[in-house]
């Protein structure tokens, strides 16, 4: 399922409440088995890098256009970016890598009631490996169950074997790759955007000899120590609603299509990040893309899905340390 045939139009399954349930049920189910015991950590992006202090500052330049909500009017908001690996234990694996972004202080209606933070959720690769959400559901459960169900499932998903190829690399450094929100989200009434952060800074990274463990956490750590880091925030509007559709994250919005338009910058100061109280605040911190304003609706099943799978999740992981 694509989309409709007008911009920022949506398609709901008729199964899609009965397929999040059962996708929260798996995962609940996986975690347990995960972790028997001690503390629930996530079922994706569970071994962070790093979470660190940032600044988010919307440019002052814009077009009349694109001051929408959050990006109405030039401001600084204090930030907190939390950068991981989607699935591997150790950094020498290839894996994809995550960017949660999480703005403080927006003091305006928020579509979850109480939330005063804006959150954008981002990836290393532009496509998920899957369209919609009963396809990711699937290909979790192949990948959780290994062996031969994972084998047939890449033979029989020939397209999420290439993407899955495509997105697993090992980078030099987190803050020397770009990112992608993947899926789209409302910028105002009928338009819809998808999100791109891109790399600025001058200093650049290089892998070292030997990939080890901890190579990136490394590499933040050297970086950090020394300089800042920069990126652009960037919009990319849907212009198309059958060439970027809005129900199939696996299809890649294409720079022939619509540019990259820059909206904000972020700024990460030099800092220290490994104190054990960063650490565990990092860990307690709940991202989803509904923590956000109405003007940027998340959009897509599998946007909407998220929103319930990832409370349910955040308060899955909450419950008291199991003996």
């Not at 049920?25 to 950590?41: D, I, N």
């Not at 600044?55 to 908001?77: K, W």
């Not at 919005?253 to 220290?272: E, N």
Request: charged share 25%; glycine share 6%.
């Amino acid at each position: 399922m694509a989309g409709g045939t007008a911009l920022a139009e949506e398609v709901i399954a008729p199964d899609e409440r009965a397929v999040t349930g059962q996708f929260i049920a798996f995962l609940k189910e996986a975690t347990a088995r995960r972790y028997p015991s001690g503390v629930r950590r996530r079922f994706n992006q569970a071994r962070e890098t790093a979470c660190v202090d940032a600044e988010f500052t919307v440019l002052r330049d814009l077009r009349p256009e694109h001051r929408v909500g959050l990006f109405a009017e030039p401001r600084t908001y204090a930030a907190s970016i939390r950068f991981a690996n989607a699935a591997s234990a150790s950094d020498r694996e290839r894996d994809t890598r995550g960017m949660s972004v999480r703005l403080v202080g927006v003091e305006r209606t928020n579509l979850t009631p109480g939330v005063t933070v804006q959150d954008f959720l981002l990836n290393s690769h532009p496509v998920m490996m899957a369209a919609d959400t009963r396809g990711f559901m699937e290909l979790l459960q192949a990948n959780e169950a290994g062996g031969f169900r994972r084998t047939m499932y890449f033979l029989t998903h020939p397209k999420a074997l290439r993407i899955g190829i495509a997105a697993r690399t090992t980078p030099t450094c987190h803050l020397d790759i770009p990112y992608w929100s993947t899926t789209p989200y409302l910028f105002g009434p009928g338009r819809a955007v998808k999100y791109v952060v891109v790399p600025t800074s001058t200093r650049r990274s290089s892998l070292p000899p030997v990939l080890t463990d901890t190579y990136l956490k490394d590499a933040m750590r050297a970086r950090l120590s020394e300089s800042e880091a920069t990126f652009d925030f960037m919009i990319q509007f849907q212009t198309d609603a059958r060439r970027m559709p809005v129900e199939d994250a696996s299809v890649e919005w294409r720079l022939q299509d619509s540019p990259y338009l820059p909206v904000a910058r972020i700024r990460i100061p030099p800092q220290s990040f490994e104190d054990p109280g960063r650490v565990a605040m990092c860990e307690q911190t709940a991202f989803n893309p509904w923590h956000c304003l109405p003007e940027h609706r998340p959009l897509g099943g599998m946007n909407r899905a998220r929103r319930e799978i990832y409370e349910a999740m955040a308060a899955f992981r909450d419950e008291k340390i199991r003996t």
